[in-house]
């Protein structure tokens, strides 16, 4: 618990808002984009600026109070019971350089946002499936891109940073700078271990046509759905971005009326072309079965958010995420016993993502993104409050069982809850995870930013 006078200490140093429990602001400076993960910190800083992050964390460190990270909440993988949450929502610069082609954004900016700004300049950057994801906590985990297939991972992207570390220090990281090299690689995929992210600077992509959308069909097509698109999906170009989603959606408010209570199969398609290249790479899909909608074809890039139908308000969900080597027979077959046809699964969606092109290439510079040589990333997500919560748990663990021959690691975005159990597997691979070891102890020796996916001290 902290003492009132160390707050006292805090508030006189800073500009933004500092409460603690039952304060006017805390509710709101603690609440994420998923409302079961409840944030009990001692206390909430909602940082007005850079100066207040540094002195937030100077005080931190000179206490040893465990800090954490939040903007938008969407990556609480864990809720805080303890110390100093720093909200970095204020820190909304956005400024974008059409000629060097790139976007340097804020803590708590989001690729809405970069998009609105992006797009009409004939721009866009290596976002997600959601408009409402911040940049800079998905770019530092990682980031898997709608488009990623063609763009590569969002931390791929990223060209300078700057950083307050555990030290209260502001630095500067760029890509090819020696000095902090390990640093910039660390926070590049290994998530807000090593410091406060307040400002980011990502290299943007020219485009000129966009075709995407999506194609619905009934779910007793579920199971010669995936056939087709087991086959269909390797004679696909390297720059084509696919997914396929079985829904089993509730009949909630948030959901169009129509698709409420229903368990379509959604295949997810886009690809930067023509009408003419588009109708010809899914045209094999839009002879499968009998679909009930179809909305693919040429699009204006502002509304890419509708591809995949993501919701734009918080929902109390669990999820959980895994990569794959590859998708065999059993394992098509395993999945198709649990969310498939029939199956009655109470998770509203699970999602198997086409991996390859891009992001199977080397990072320009080395970062910490474990999982490039995957075949999928498959997703599944449930609500999680009564009495559906103990339902949705106990079907992603059936789940596990299903893939667990098959995992080929995990990306830290997408993992879901971070998992502390004794003997539970990190976040990535052993290498990165080395590596991320290494950077923690040189920059964070004192274990400060210990939330969320961590990264623990090496064992001496």
Not at 117 to 134: D, K, W
Not at 404 to 412: H, I, R, T
């Amino acid at each position: 618990m902290i003492q009132d006078a160390d707050l006292e200490t805090l508030r006189r140093v800073v500009h933004g808002p500092l409460n603690s429990p039952g304060g006017p602001g805390f509710a709101v400076d603690t609440a994420g984009f998923n409302p079961s993960v409840v944030q009990r910190p001692d206390a909430v800083l909602g940082a007005a600026g850079v100066e207040d992050v540094q002195n937030a964390v100077r005080w931190a460190a000179e206490r040893g109070i465990p800090v954490g990270i939040q903007a938008t909440g969407h990556g609480a993988a864990a809720a805080m019971d303890e110390g100093l949450l720093i909200n970095t929502s204020r820190l909304q610069d956005l400024a974008v350089d059409p000629d060097a082609g790139t976007v340097t954004v804020g803590a708590g900016v989001r690729w809405r946002s970069v998009l609105e700004e992006t797009v009409l300049l004939g721009l866009t950057g290596p976002h997600g499936s959601s408009g409402t994801v911040g940049v800079t906590g998905y770019a530092s985990g990682g980031g898997l891109p709608l488009m990623g297939r063609a763009l590569g991972f969002a931390s791929d992207h990223v060209q300078a940073m700057d950083v307050v570390t555990p030290d209260g220090s502001l630095r500067h990281l760029e890509a090819g700078n020696a000095e902090d090299a390990g640093l910039f690689a660390a926070l590049r995929g290994g998530k807000g271990n090593f410091g406060v992210i307040t400002s980011m600077t990502l290299g943007l992509t020219p485009f000129r046509e966009f075709y995407g959308g999506g194609i619905m069909y009934p779910e007793d097509a579920g199971t010669e759905v995936l056939a087709a698109f087991r086959a269909w999906t390797p004679q696909l170009p390297t720059d084509v971005s696919a997914s396929l989603a079985f829904l089993h959606l509730p009949d909630v408010p948030f959901l169009p009326e129509e698709l409420r209570g229903t368990s379509p199969v959604h295949l997810r398609f886009a690809v930067f072309g023509s009408r003419e290249e588009g109708d010809t790479l899914l045209e094999p899909m839009r002879h499968v079965s009998a679909p009930f909608m179809d909305t693919a074809g040429p699009m204006d890039y502002g509304a890419v958010g509708s591809i995949h139908m993501d919701p734009d308000e918080p929902v109390p969900s669990l999820d959980r995420g895994t990569l794959l080597a590859e998708l065999p027979d059993e394992l098509a077959a395993g999945l198709l016993g649990q969310v498939g046809p029939g199956s009655h699964t109470p998770l509203m969606m699970t999602e198997l993502r086409l991996m390859g092109g891009s992001l199977a290439l080397d990072p320009p510079f080395e970062d910490a993104v474990s999982g490039r040589e995957a075949g999928f990333n498959l997703y599944s997500v449930g609500l999680n409050v009564p009495p559906a919560a103990d339902a949705t748990a106990a079907a992603l663990d059936r789940l596990d069982v299903v893939v667990g021959p098959y995992v080929a690691g995990a990306l830290v975005n997408l993992r879901g809850p971070a998992r502390t159990e004794a003997g539970a597997q990190p976040a990535w691979d052993a290498e990165v995870f080395a590596r991320l070891q290494a950077t923690k102890a040189a920059y964070d020796p004192q274990n400060l930013f210990r939330f969320g996916h961590a990264v623990p001290l090496p064992v001496s």
